[in-house]
Each structure stands twice: as structure tokens, then as C-alpha cells.
């Protein structure tokens, strides 16, 4: 079931009196069937979408729909959602056959029955044989498999995850966000996954909703984005390690840095911010740009990250270049940069320039 937010707008209003837009004029379109990454820096107005959606919170303005039914006013026992959190939230006196049943004894589930589907969500998200113990008993990764099941017990038309691997160690992180994957592809729930982590949105989602500051600011498959950002907002929150940023110029459909011509564009003469990904830069004899190597790391068999201290002042930029060079300190580059890994944004508003 696809979910559609339209035009909606959340204000807190703090002790103070002051208000806090935490979301702003938001559409949002989810398609049916997918699992959605909802990304952006901390307080930027995720989670309260999710509640929003969810119906915990009530927006200022807008509408908020579940296929064709508007659900704005729909209280959130009657919306069809599975919700998960970061803290799991299980009850710690409960086994976990009893923690996945709780919601259906509230919507008076006969118990035979209960116990039937408690069983196929336990097994379905791989804790099938850990039904009688109790949260304690279970590691970080389990605990929240038991949040899921739970969430997903009621037949939910939508699952909604909030931030639901940020308290396991990184690799039960992995392993988990691999299963989220491969449950909700097996249930085709339509699913919304906020998180802060860019990697993790983009290994996870079959589409990227980037938020900053209760905003929208680019949406799309998770590698569409990456390619094309929309902003400098974009390119900078997606990507390790980070895009390159300078300060920089057009003069007659020339990108200039340093005074030298590293591509062309479109844009009419202006102040730009210029962006070059890590893997943008090519080493080449010709290259009008040069670059002085202040260290090397290894990424993997064929790659080196080189960290380039440049004679610019409080810039290090990172370049990805393949490790046959064996690039060292102190070598001297000569680089041109690849056009699709180049861009030029407006100065003030950080817009892409095409
Ligand atoms: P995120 O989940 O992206 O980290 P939130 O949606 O929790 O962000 O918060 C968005 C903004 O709204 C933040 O500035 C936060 O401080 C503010 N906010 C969230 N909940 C409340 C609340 N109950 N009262 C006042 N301000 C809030
Ligand atoms: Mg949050």
C-alpha cells in the first residue's frame, strides 16, 4: 500500500513559548511494496515524520494518506502499523513468545491462534527456537528481531523502523540491517527505515528520502542520488569518504580552481562551490592540476585512499585511485578530473548548477 504525506508541516511549541519547525511543508511519496530510507542529520524532523505517519503525533497542516484512504484523523491503533525503535522496548518480564503476542491478546486474538502466528513471525525473522526466554537472556541483534516480530505480528499494512540498529555493535549492525532486508522483501510490507547513517540508507533502501531541516531536499534510488546530486546538501551528506569541496569560479563556461580550468559547464560567470568525489581524480601527465600527497591508506587489494594536503589552507581532500600507482608521501600528482564526478554548485543557495 503505497503512503503519501502531503504538505505536512509539524511546529513544536517549547516551554519558552518559542516554536521549533521541526517539519516543513513535507510530500512525500512511498511507493507500495518498498522499503524507503528516510535520511538526514540528527533533528532534521525524521522521527517526527515517522510518529506522524504512525499517528503518535498529530501534524499542523496537511494530509497524510494509506492507498486512497486519508488517514490524518485515523487514530494510530486503527492505521494497520508496525512500529519498531532503536531501544526495542521490549517488556523485560515477558518470554519472548509473550512479547510478540502481546498485540494480538489487545485486539483479543484467540490464544490458539496467537500462538500459531507469534511462532511464524518468530521464525520468519529467525528466532524461532528462542520463544521462552526473556529479553536479559538475549544479545542486542535478537532483542530487536523479537521488536520486529512483534511489530510485524498484527499483519501491519505499513512497518515503520525507527533508527532500529543504532544500539547494536557494527557487525550485528550488518547482519541485522541484511535481515530487516530479506523480511521485508519476503512480506512486501511497504516499510520506512529512518536513520542518521548514510551507508546504511543506501546498502538498505530501494529508494532515499534525504531530509535537512524538516525539509525534503532530494529523493531517489540510493545510487541515483549519489550520481546526480541535487544540492550541495545532497553531495556532501552522501558518500565515504566525502566529496571534495572548494571555492571556486565559471569565466565563459569554464569550471575554474586555482586559477585553472578543470571542466566546463553551462552556469553563466559566477562565485560556485565545486565538488569532486574521491574516485573523480585521474592520474594523468597532461593534468593541468597538481597535488601533493600527504598520506596513503589501503582500502582493499586495489585501491589506495590518498589523503592530500594541498597548498591551499584548511582543506584535506581525499582522492580513490588505484593502488598499482604506488602512490607515497611526498609524491607529487598530476591529476585531471572526470566530468561525471565533477559539480558545480550556485554559491548562495548550493543548488546544482547543470
Ligand atoms: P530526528 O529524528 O531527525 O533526529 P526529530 O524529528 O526527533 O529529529 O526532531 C526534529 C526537531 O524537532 C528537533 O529540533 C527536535 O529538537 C524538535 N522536537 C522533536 N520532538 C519535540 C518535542 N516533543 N518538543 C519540542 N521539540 C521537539
Ligand atoms: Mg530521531
Known amino acids: 500500500m503505497e503512503i503519501r504525506l502531503e504538505n505536512i508541516t509539524k511546529i513544536f511549541v517549547q516551554k519558552d513559548k518559542s516554536e521549533v519547525v521541526a517539519v516543513k511543508s513535507l510530500d512525500i511519496t512511498i511507493p507500495t511494496g518498498k522499503l524507503v530510507g528516510l535520511l538526514g542529520p540528527s533533528g532534521c524532523g525524521k522521527s517526527t515524520t515517522l510518529y506522524m505517519i504512525a499517528g503518535l503525533l498529530k501534524p499542523n497542516g496537511g ?14 491503533e486503527d492505521r494497520g502499523i508496525g512500529l519498531v525503535f532503536q531501544n526495542y522496548a521490549l517488556y523485560p518480564h515477558m518470554t519472548v513468545r509473550q512479547n510478540i503476542m502481546f498485540p494480538l491478546e489487545n485486539i483479543k486474538v484467540p490464544k490458539p ?18 520463544m521462552d526466554r526473556k529479553p536479559k537472556e538475549l544479545s542486542g541483534g535478537q532483542q530487536q528481531r523479537v521488536a ?15 533508527e532500529p540498529l543504532s544500539n547494536l555493535d557494527a557487525r550485528l549492525r550488518l547482519q541485522t540491517r541484511e535481515e530487516i532486508k530479506r523480511i521485508q522483501r519476503e512480506t512486501g510490507i511497504t516499510t520506512i527505515f529512518v536513520t542518521h547513517d548514510q551507508e546504511e540508507a543506501m546498502s538498505i533502501s530501494d529508494e532515499i ?23 550541495l546538501f545532497s553531495a556532501k551528506f552522501l558518500g565515504t569518504p566525502p566529496i571534495n569541496i572548494f571555492e571556486g569560479e565559471i569565466k565563459t563556461k569554464k569550471v575554474i580552481l586555482d586559477g585553472k580550468a578543470i571542466g ?14 574521491p574516485e573523480g581524480f585521474v592520474l594523468d601527465e597532461k593534468g593541468t592540476f597538481e597535488l601533493v600527497v600527504d598520506m596513503v591508506e589501503t582500502i582493499s587489494r586495489d585501491t589506495s585512499l590518498i589523503i592530500i594536503d594541498p597548498t591551499r589552507e584548511n582543506e584535506t581532500f581525499r582522492a580513490i585511485v588505484d593502488s598499482k600507482h604506488r602512490i607515497k608521501p611526498g609524491d607529487v600528482l ?5 566530468t561525471d564526478k ?3 554548485f550556485n554559491f548562495e543557495t548550493g543548488e546544482l548548477i547543470k
Open 63 to 76: 494530509r497524510i494518506f494509506f492507498g486512497e484512504e486519508d488517514v490524518t484523523d485515523t487514530a494510530p
Open 113 to 130: 491462534e496467537a500462538l500459531v502466528r507469534a511462532q511464524e513471525m518468530a521464525n520468519l525473522v529467525g528466532i524461532g527456537e528462542l
Open 148 to 162: 520486529i516480530a512483534r511489530a510485524l505480528v498484527k499483519k501491519p499494512r505499513v512497518l515503520l523502523l525507527d
Open 209 to 231: 528520502v534525504l531530509m535537512d531541516f524538516g525539509e525534503k531536499r532530494q529523493v531517489g534510488i540510493p545510487q541515483y542520488v549519489y550520481d546526480y546530486p541535487e544540492n
Open 264 to 277: 566546463i559547464t553551462k552556469g553563466t560567470n559566477q562565485k560556485i562551490v565545486i565538488g569532486i568525489r
Open 334 to 338: 598530476k591529476v585531471s578530473i572526470k
Open 342 to 344: 565533477l559539480f558545480v
